[in-house]
């Protein structure tokens, strides 16, 4: 099993930043690809980025790219997430996701079997 704690969330205006933490727990972290996602109120949850286990190749929705940077450090075996210039639409709850396979298809929420219990992260215009 794997333990996934999200931190960092919070209020911040249009513009700002903000960093996300994901710490984990059971098992090696340097063995698990890692992502994000969010889901907004009345919408589905949606894919943000992506981190394989060795943290060089990562992968973002459109939407984040060049505003969003994902990031691991597995000496202290927890993901990051630095948002820049955040926009109103960003606003949602974030989740961190880990799985041990390294699927190709780590777009899809349905790949993950290991999910924290989300952070919220509201911009406001």
């Known amino acids: 099993q794997v333990q996934l704690v999200e931190s960092g969330g919070g209020l911040v205006q249009t513009g700002g930043s903000l960093r996300l933490s994901c710490a984990t727990s059971g098992r090696t972290f340097s063995t698990l690809a890692m992502a994000w996602f969010r889901q907004a109120p009345g919408k589905e949850r949606e894919f943000v980025a992506h981190s394989h286990w060795n943290g060089v190749s990562t992968n973002y929705a459109n939407s984040v790219k060049g505003r969003f940077t994902i990031s691991r450090d597995n000496a202290k075996s927890t993901l990051y997430l630095q948002m820049n210039n955040l926009r109103p639409e960003d606003t949602a709850r974030y989740y961190c996701?880990?799985?041990?396979?390294?699927?190709?298809?780590?777009?899809?929420?349905?790949?993950?079997?290991?999910w924290g219990q989300g952070t919220q992260v509201t911009v406001s215009s």
């Open positions: 996701a880990a799985e041990p396979q390294g699927v190709a298809a780590f777009r899809s929420e349905s790949e993950y079997p290991y």
